[in-house]
C-alpha cells in the first residue's frame, strides 16, 4: 500500500470529549487514537461512559473540549459548508434508528441522496431499492417507521447512513436489543463491509462501534478499546482482550448476551 | 445557552439585591423575567436572521427535496385551512361586519361605511385573525413536531447526513407559513364582507351592493394593499420563526415538549401584536 492509503483517516490527538447535550461536561480526557484505512474496531464501555458522545465527536458532528480531531486529515473544527464533501465520507448510525418518522422507510433511505445529488424520487429509487434489497428492508419500504420492529429500524437506519456509500461507518451500539436471528446478519455483514463488499465494488469500509458487551464482537472486531473512568484505552486484539486483567473488561465480557426471540 | 443564562441570573440577583431597597423576591422576579425577555430576543433575532441567510444562500440546493415540502407546507399552512377559514369569515361578517353596517345605516351615516370597514377589516381584523388562527392550528403543530423531533434525535441525524436541519426544516415552513397567512387573509378579508353584507340585506338596510363595494374601493388606496402583504407576511415569518425557535433551537426532552409549545403560542400572540402596532405606526405616519 502506498503511504496515502496508509494514512489515518481517524486521528485524536488530546482530544477531551464534552457532553453531546452540554458541550462543558467533560466525559473523555486525553484521547490518542489513530483507525488506518479498513480498521475494524470495537470500542467497549459500560452505559454513560461517554461512548455515544465519543462516536458523535468522531463523526465530526461536534468539536472536541481539547486537542485536535482529524478525519481525513482534516480538522473537524473546520468541518463546514466546504468540507461537506469529506464529512459525508462518514456514515453514523444511532442507538434506536432515530429514523425520520414522518418518512417511509424507502423515502429516510432515499434522502442523503436526494438531498446530497438533488434527485427526484424517482431518479434516487434505483440506488434505494439496491440497497433495501441487500439489507431485506424492501417488504417493509413502504411502512413508516413506527410501523416497524426496533430489528428492522435499526436495519433501516444503517441503509440510510449506507446510501452515500461512506469510507468510515460509525454505529452506536448496533446490536443493542436486536434478536437472535438479526444479531448474526449484523455481524457478517459488518464483516463483509469492513473486509469489502461487492455492494460498494470489494472496496473495505473502515467500521468502530460502540458496545457494553464484547462477547458477540469476539469474532468480528479486530481491534479493540475501552471507556473507562473518562479514559481510553486501546485494548489490541480479541486476545488481548480476553487476557486482560482490567475487571471492568472482565465484567463486559460476563454480560449476558441479550437474546430476543 | 442554558449556562449563560444561569449565569446572568445569578450575577443580576446579586446586584440588584446589593443596590435595591425592594424585597428580594420582587427584583428576582422583575430580574429573572427581564433577563429571560431579553435572552429570549436575542436568540429569537438570532433564528431569524440565520433562517433568512439559509433561506437565500441555499434557495437553489436540493431543489427537489425542499420545493415539495415547501408545497406541502403551504398546504398545510394555508388551502388546508381554508375551510374553517370560510367558516370564521362567514361569522365574523354576520356577527360584526353585518351589525355594523346596520348600524350606521339607522344613524345615516353609510357615508362612512367603506373606511370602517376598511379600518376594521382590511388593516386590523382580517389579518390578526387569519394570524391567530394560522398560530393556533398550524404554529402549536410546528413546535410539537420539532420539539418532538428534536428530543428524539431527528435533529443530530439530519446532521449526521450532512443536511442543514435550518434548511430542511425550517426554510419550507416559514415560505408556507408566511404565503398561507398572506393567501387566507385576503380570502378572509373578502369572505367577511360579502357575508356582511348580506347580514344587512338580511335586515333590510337600505344600501344596494354597487354602492357597498363601490364605498369599499373608494376607502382603499395602494398603501393598503402594499400593507397588508407586508403585514401578513411578516405575521407568517414570524409566527414560523417563534414556533420553530422554540421547537429546534434548543435541546429538549420529551417532557419539556408541552410546555415549551405553550410558551411559544404565547410569545407567538405578543409578537403578533408587536407586529401590528408597528403597521399602526406605518398607517399613522403615512
Same mark, same amino acid.
Given at each position: 500500500?502506498?503511504?496515502?492509503?496508509?494514512?489515518?483517516?481517524?486521528?485524536?490527538?488530546?482530544?477531551?470529549?464534552?457532553?453531546?447535550r452540554?458541550?462543558?461536561?467533560?466525559?473523555?480526557?486525553?484521547?490518542?487514537?489513530?483507525?488506518?484505512?479498513?480498521?475494524?474496531?470495537?470500542?467497549?464501555?459500560?452505559?454513560?461512559?461517554?461512548?455515544?458522545d465519543?462516536?458523535?465527536?468522531?463523526?465530526?458532528?461536534?468539536?472536541?473540549?481539547?486537542?485536535?480531531?482529524?478525519?481525513?486529515?482534516?480538522?473537524?473544527?473546520?468541518?463546514?459548508?466546504?468540507?461537506?464533501?469529506?464529512?459525508l465520507?462518514?456514515?453514523?448510525?444511532?442507538?434506536?434508528?432515530?429514523?425520520?418518522?414522518?418518512?417511509?422507510?424507502?423515502?429516510?433511505v432515499?434522502?442523503?441522496?436526494?438531498?446530497?445529488?438533488?434527485?427526484?424520487?424517482?431518479?434516487?429509487?434505483?440506488?434505494?431499492?439496491?440497497?433495501?434489497?441487500?439489507?431485506?428492508?424492501?417488504?417493509?419500504?413502504?411502512? &413508516?417507521?413506527?410501523?416497524?420492529?426496533?430489528? %428492522?429500524?435499526q436495519?433501516?437506519?444503517?441503509?440510510?447512513?449506507?446510501i452515500?456509500?461512506?469510507?468510515i461507518l460509525?454505529?452506536?451500539?448496533?446490536?443493542?436489543?436486536?434478536?437472535?436471528?438479526?444479531?448474526?446478519? %449484523?455481524?457478517?455483514?459488518?464483516?463483509?463491509?469492513?473486509?469489502?463488499?461487492?455492494?460498494?465494488?470489494?472496496?473495505?469500509?473502515?467500521?468502530?462501534?460502540?458496545?457494553?458487551?464484547l462477547?458477540?464482537?469476539?469474532?468480528?472486531?479486530?481491534?479493540?478499546?475501552?471507556?473507562?473512568?473518562?479514559?481510553? !484505552?486501546?485494548?489490541?486484539?480479541?486476545?488481548?482482550?480476553?487476557?486482560?486483567?482490567?475487571?471492568?473488561?472482565?465484567?463486559?465480557?460476563?454480560?449476558?448476551?441479550?437474546?430476543?426471540? | 445557552?442554558?449556562?449563560?443564562?444561569?449565569?446572568?441570573?445569578?450575577?443580576?440577583? &446579586?446586584?440588584?439585591?446589593?443596590?435595591?431597597?425592594?424585597?428580594k423576591?420582587?427584583?428576582?422576579?422583575?430580574?429573572?423575567k427581564?433577563?429571560?425577555?431579553?435572552?429570549?430576543?436575542?436568540?429569537?433575532?438570532?433564528?431569524?436572521?440565520?433562517?433568512?441567510?439559509?433561506?437565500?444562500?441555499?434557495?437553489?440546493?436540493?431543489?427537489n427535496?425542499?420545493?415539495p415540502?415547501? #408545497?406541502?407546507?403551504?398546504?398545510?399552512?394555508?388551502?388546508?385551512?381554508?375551510?374553517?377559514?370560510?367558516?370564521?369569515?362567514?361569522?365574523?361578517? !354576520?356577527?360584526?361586519?353585518?351589525?355594523?353596517?346596520?348600524?350606521?345605516?339607522?344613524?345615516?351615516?353609510?357615508?362612512?361605511?367603506?373606511?370602517?370597514?376598511?379600518?376594521?377589516?382590511?388593516?386590523?381584523?382580517?389579518?390578526?385573525?387569519?394570524?391567530?388562527?394560522?398560530?393556533?392550528?398550524?404554529?402549536?403543530?410546528? @413546535?410539537?413536531?420539532?420539539?418532538?423531533?428534536?428530543?428524539?434525535?431527528?435533529?443530530?441525524?439530519?446532521?449526521?447526513?450532512?443536511?442543514?436541519? @435550518?434548511?430542511?426544516?425550517? @426554510?419550507?415552513?416559514?415560505?408556507?407559513?408566511?404565503?398561507? @397567512? !398572506?393567501?387566507?387573509?385576503?380570502?378572509?378579508?373578502?369572505?367577511?364582507?360579502?357575508?356582511?353584507?348580506?347580514?344587512?340585506?338580511?335586515?333590510d338596510?337600505?344600501?344596494?351592493?354597487?354602492?357597498?363595494?363601490?364605498?369599499?374601493?373608494?376607502?382603499?388606496?395602494?398603501?393598503?394593499?402594499?400593507?397588508?402583504?407586508?403585514?401578513?407576511?411578516?405575521?407568517?415569518?414570524?409566527?414560523?420563526?417563534?414556533?420553530?425557535?422554540?421547537?429546534?433551537?434548543?435541546?429538549?426532552?420529551?417532557?419539556?415538549?408541552?410546555?415549551?409549545?405553550? #410558551?411559544?403560542?404565547?410569545?407567538?400572540?405578543?409578537?403578533?401584536?408587536?407586529?401590528?402596532a408597528?403597521?399602526i405606526?406605518?398607517?399613522?405616519? &403615512?
Open positions: 500500500m502506498s503511504e496515502t492509503e496508509n494514512a489515518a483517516v481517524i486521528e485524536m490527538r488530546d482530544v477531551s470529549v464534552g457532553a453531546m452540554d458541550i462543558s461536561f467533560v466525559v473523555l480526557e486525553d484521547v490518542n487514537w489513530s483507525v488506518a484505512p479498513g480498521e475494524f474496531w470495537t470500542v467497549a464501555g459500560q452505559q454513560y461512559s461517554g461512548k455515544s465519543f462516536l458523535m465527536l468522531t463523526a465530526g458532528l461536534m468539536a472536541p473540549v481539547k486537542g485536535e480531531c482529524k478525519l481525513f486529515g482534516t480538522d473537524t473544527r473546520t468541518f463546514g459548508e466546504a468540507k461537506l464533501a469529506e464529512r465520507y462518514v456514515g453514523l448510525v444511532f442507538t434506536g434508528g432515530q429514523l425520520f418518522n414522518q418518512l417511509t422507510i424507502r423515502e429516510n432515499a434522502l442523503p441522496l436526494q438531498y446530497h445529488h438533488d434527485l427526484t424520487p424517482a431518479a434516487a429509487a434505483p440506488a434505494a431499492a439496491t440497497l433495501l434489497e441487500l439489507l431485506e428492508l424492501t417488504p417493509l419500504a413502504d411502512l &413508516t417507521p413506527t410501523n416497524v420492529s426496533d430489528n %428492522w429500524r436495519r433501516a437506519a444503517l441503509a440510510r447512513a449506507l452515500l456509500k461512506p469510507k460509525l454505529l452506536d451500539d448496533p446490536l443493542a436489543g436486536l434478536g437472535a436471528r438479526h444479531l448474526h446478519w %449484523w455481524l457478517r455483514l459488518l464483516d463483509q463491509l469492513s473486509r469489502g463488499h461487492d455492494w460498494c465494488g470489494g472496496q473495505p469500509m473502515t467500521v468502530v462501534v460502540t458496545t457494553d458487551d462477547r458477540p464482537w469476539r469474532n468480528a472486531g479486530r481491534k479493540f478499546a475501552l471507556l473507562r473512568d473518562k479514559k481510553f !484505552f486501546p485494548l489490541g486484539g480479541w486476545n488481548d482482550v480476553e487476557s486482560a486483567n482490567d475487571p471492568m473488561v472482565k465484567e463486559l465480557l460476563a454480560v449476558p448476551l441479550e437474546i430476543i426471540s | 445557552m442554558r449556562e449563560n443564562l444561569a449565569k446572568v441570573l445569578t450575577l443580576t440577583n &446579586t446586584q440588584i439585591f446589593r443596590r435595591a431597597p425592594l424585597p423576591s420582587y427584583t428576582d422576579f422583575l430580574g429573572r427581564l433577563f429571560l425577555f431579553l435572552l429570549t430576543l436575542q436568540g429569537l433575532a438570532a433564528f431569524a436572521l440565520i433562517t433568512l441567510g439559509v433561506l437565500l444562500r441555499k434557495f437553489q440546493t436540493a431543489r427535496v425542499i420545493r415540502r415547501i #408545497r406541502q407546507e403551504i398546504a398545510r399552512a394555508g388551502v388546508a385551512l381554508l375551510p374553517m377559514f370560510l367558516f370564521v369569515a362567514l361569522a365574523l361578517g !354576520f356577527l360584526v361586519i353585518g351589525q355594523t353596517v346596520s348600524a350606521l345605516a339607522r344613524v345615516g351615516a353609510t357615508g362612512y361605511l367603506g373606511s370602517t370597514m376598511v379600518i376594521a377589516v382590511v388593516r386590523e381584523l382580517g389579518p390578526l385573525l387569519a394570524a391567530m388562527l394560522v398560530l393556533a392550528r398550524v404554529g402549536t403543530a410546528h @413546535v410539537i413536531e420539532l420539539g418532538t423531533a428534536r428530543a428524539l434525535g431527528e435533529v443530530e441525524a439530519l446532521e449526521a447526513l450532512g443536511i442543514d436541519p @435550518v434548511h430542511y426544516l425550517i @426554510v419550507p415552513r416559514v415560505i408556507g407559513m408566511a404565503v398561507g @397567512v !398572506f393567501a387566507l387573509t385576503v380570502y378572509l378579508i373578502i369572505g367577511a364582507l360579502a357575508s356582511g353584507y348580506l347580514f344587512a340585506f338580511l335586515q338596510v337600505p344600501l344596494t351592493p354597487g354602492d357597498y363595494f363601490k364605498q369599499i374601493t373608494e376607502a382603499l388606496n395602494w398603501l393598503d394593499f402594499v400593507l397588508l402583504a407586508l403585514k401578513t407576511v411578516a405575521f407568517g415569518f414570524f409566527i414560523a420563526i417563534v414556533t420553530c425557535y422554540h421547537g429546534l433551537a434548543q435541546p429538549l426532552r420529551l417532557e419539556d415538549v408541552s410546555r415549551v409549545a405553550v #410558551r411559544a403560542v404565547t410569545q407567538g400572540v405578543i409578537v403578533c401584536v408587536l407586529i401590528d408597528l403597521f405606526l406605518l398607517y399613522l405616519v &403615512t
